[in-house]
């Protein structure tokens, strides 16, 4: 199984593309970590509609996009190898078997075979486009632990406020209820990939995080990109 999906790596300058919770596909060694295929496909396993979104954006600017290859429950790709949550053995109250007791060497070949080939194909975008721009797409289940989350996009930072907030006026404007911040934190190290990658090269950032509501539908998905396109293309000077 693929650690990654490249798309358009010859797309133009100006904006790198990720998506750190693309898919929900686990090694058919990992025996779906011991969860039901209709759990995997839930919001515990990926951020649904995310990776649509990602590839329309790549198509609508001609951009590069590094989408991971497997569930953030094998591994998240927006964690710091330090926390906890990396390979989590109990996502939103499901317990997640093929992660309970996990031995070093087991956590080190996910590391391996995964995380670092993923990040790896991120540095390798952005040292081809030196001042690129640097978003990171992801989606949010809309009710969790029966609190609703009643908004449509949020943008998370934490720097580049000015960039942040033109693209959060931007999807205003087109009839989108948005949050900053919400609903987690960047101030909380919360955008890992993009700061990380950002900082790394010098390179300005921010995180997309998307109702799952709204990306249902093809033609839901197609509007939802379309505004961010809007967004995204004077805001960052993205050309």
Request: charged residues 25%; negative net charge.
């Amino acid at each position: 199984m693929r650690p990654f999906h490249l798309l358009n790596p010859a797309g133009r300058e100006g904006l790198v593309l990720t998506c750190e919770h693309a898919s929900c596909l686990v090694p058919v060694e990992y025996d779906d970590l011991g969860l039901e295929p209709e759990e995997l496909t839930e919001h515990i396993g990926w951020d649904i509609g995310a990776a649509k979104v990602t590839t329309a954006l790549a198509a609508r600017f001609d951009a590069p996009a590094v989408l991971a290859g497997v569930s953030r429950l094998v591994i998240d790709c927006n964690r710091d190898l330090g926390d906890a949550d990396l390979i989590a053995a109990e996502s939103h109250g499901v317990h997640v078997p093929g992660n309970a007791d996990l031995d070093e060497a087991d956590r080190r070949r996910r590391i391996q075979d995964f995380y670092d080939p993923y990040h790896a194909a991120i540095d390798a975008a952005l040292a081809m486009r030196p001042g690129a721009r640097l978003v990171s797409v992801h989606s949010f289940t809309p009710r969790l632990r029966g609190r609703e989350r009643r908004f449509d996009i949020g943008v998370l930072f934490d720097a580049h406020a000015d960039d942040a907030r033109r693209v959060g006026e931007c999807l205003a404007n087109q009839g989108l209820t948005v949050r900053y911040n919400e609903p987690y934190s960047a101030v909380d190290g919360l955008i890992f990939s993009a700061r990380t990658h950002g900082c790394r090269h010098g390179v300005r950032y921010l995180e997309l995080e998307i109702n799952n509501g709204l990306l249902r539908s093809a033609n839901e998905t197609s509007r939802i990109a379309a505004a961010i396109e809007r967004a995204l293309w004077r805001p960052l000077g993205v050309s």
